[in-house]
């Protein structure tokens, strides 16, 4: 079956630009999750969601960050006024239910210039 | 501070020889730890998952240790493969109830030589 995809796979933007990043989780995954990854470093936890609710927004790194999952299946990972540092590759993974296995997208190449 | 710790530098071995990568970490008490493997330009991929009450766990050619006294992992691939040349992730659970919250490592690099 079709695996965690994220779109666009990359993304150029200027600084004090406004972005969105989509993930589309595997059908029928409730949990989906948003980590950012610099390089040379793991993926760093952004938020948590079960179902259209997020369960953990704890590692969003200030109010320029907003994620949405209206309907429970895609999300949208919006960055606000974006800065230099915002530039990352963030990732997307999808699970069952947690804790179970999470399946991780190709993940979005954000680069602010 | 809560940490959670990989070798940084990259482990380069010879094709067959087992390779033995490390993860420490303070400050946390994680129901469980997961291993996954990330190729340049991919998202990580699964390996595996040891839980707390576990100390081995393996799958065909990995095998994972977990010892919580010590607050480490380690992650063995015997036999190794030029393909199995990666960087390797550990990440632990972290927050209340079954979150599914991971805190990972920065990783690290393997290269198999043939």
């Known amino acids: 079956g079709a695996g965690v995809s994220q779109t666009p796979s990359n993304k150029v933007t200027e600084k004090g630009k406004y972005v969105e990043l989509r993930c589309d989780p595997i059908s029928g995954h409730t949990a989906l999750y948003w980590y950012r990854q610099s390089l040379g470093q793991g993926p760093e936890f952004l938020i948590y969601?079960?179902?259209?609710?997020?369960?953990?927004d704890s590692g969003l790194p200030n109010d320029r960050f907003f994620a949405v999952r209206p309907e429970g299946s895609v999300s949208t990972l919006k960055i606000q006024r974006t800065e230099r540092g915002d530039s990352a590759v963030y990732l997307c993974?999808?699970?069952?239910?947690?804790?179970?296995?999470?399946?991780f997208g190709p993940g979005t190449r954000l680069t602010v210039l | 501070s809560q940490k959670i710790e990989q070798n940084s530098e990259a482990l380069n071995i010879q094709e067959g020889k087992t390779a033995t990568l490390t993860c420490n970490y303070t400050n946390y008490s994680p129901a469980y730890l997961q291993w996954y493997r990330q190729d340049p330009g991919r998202g990580p991929v699964f390996l595996l998952l040891i839980r707390e009450n576990e100390k081995e766990k393996r799958k065909e050619r990995l095998k994972v240790t977990f010892d919580t006294t010590l607050k480490q992992s380690l992650f063995h691939i015997t036999a190794s493969q030029p393909a199995d040349s990666a960087t390797y992730l550990c990440?632990?659970?972290?927050?209340?109830?079954?979150?599914?919250?991971?805190?990972f490592g920065q990783g690290t690099t393997l290269q198999v030589k043939p």
């Open positions: 993974a999808s699970s069952l239910s947690p804790p179970d296995t999470q399946y």
């Open positions: 969601f079960q179902g259209t609710g997020a369960a953990d």
């Open positions: 990440a632990l659970n972290h927050g209340s109830g079954n979150t599914g919250k991971l805190i």
